[in-house]
């Protein structure tokens, strides 16, 4: 196996190893597959759900798979729960996911080489994010940043000089049923010196318009992320953001301290 093998294994991993018949093979051999699984899929595949991302936590997987497939380089099915993970910055829990009909390149993996898919597949997946969840993947310098530049974006700080003297700083949100609380500071600025902070905060629900597209609905300005009443901000009701290629949302819900998402990933090779 790859070198980085080791430490992977520090991560508990339970796997549960499911030999399904093969009806393509006569003599079904579940010791056969059951080693192949253990042995060199399940550790392959492990490694490759960690590359993946950049934590997981307690992940269990459940290889369904029987001889003739296994030897072709395909898994009929696999299913994996994690406890907690980051995925490009975003820190999300309760991960559930199912994959099918996935081709890899078994062959070289025997020989010790590192998993690789040969072919794109669908991911179904099921996750949650918690406040504190939105509040740590805030901040992630990326992520940050392009929340920093949509709210300037609203501001109307277009002026390079200004957006070198505005940052806006202590992003946090809050969720309500249906709602989301995105608030922050904006420190102003007297000639050339920073004095004060000033807290901005919007108010907004979300809308699932496209599998691949989210909008605000009817976002609101507060004067602080604990006001009830706010002003209507008329021209980004309805703004769009895109999800990215690859990615079908089924269903994502706002609860109170928690974002549910159900949905359909696209891995490509």
Not at 139 to 159: E, Y
Not at 190 to 199: A, H, K, M, R
Request: net charge negative.
């Amino acid at each position: 196996m790859p070198e980085s093998m080791p430490d992977a294994q520090k991560d508990s991993t339970d796997i549960l190893i499911d030999t399904l018949p093969d009806p393509l093979t006569e003599d079904q051999n579940p010791k056969r597959s059951s080693g192949l699984i253990s042995k060199v899929l399940a550790p392959a595949v492990r490694l490759w759900l960690k590359s993946q991302t950049e934590h997981l936590e307690d992940l269990k997987l459940s290889i369904q798979a029987g001889d003739r497939q296994i030897l072709g380089g395909k898994i009929r099915r696999i299913e994996a729960s994690v406890v907690a993970a980051v995925y490009q910055g975003i820190h999300i829990r309760d991960l559930q996911l199912t994959a099918q009909e996935i081709q890899v390149n078994l062959g070289q993996v025997m020989r010790g080489k590192a998993l690789k898919l040969l072919a794109e597949f669908p991911i179904d997946l099921k996750f949650s994010l918690s406040e504190d969840d939105l509040n740590r993947s805030l901040c992630t310098p990326m992520i940050q940043d392009a929340v920093t530049q949509f709210l300037m974006g609203i501001l109307g700080s277009g002026d390079a000089s200004s957006e070198k003297r505005l940052t806006i700083t202590n992003l946090k949100t809050k969720l309500q049923d249906d709602l989301i609380i995105l608030s922050g500071n904006l420190p102003s600025s007297s000639g050339d010196t920073l004095t004060n902070t000033t807290e901005i905060a919007i108010r907004t629900g979300l809308q699932l318009i496209q599998p691949n597209k989210i909008a605000l609905r009817n976002p609101v300005w507060l004067p602080h992320a604990n006001a009830k009443r706010g002003m209507a901000i008329a021209e980004l009701n309805g703004h769009e953001f895109d999800l990215g290629p690859g990615t079908s949302m089924a269903e994502v819900t706002i609860e109170l301290g928690k974002i549910s998402c159900l949905g359909r990933l696209t891995v490509l090779p």
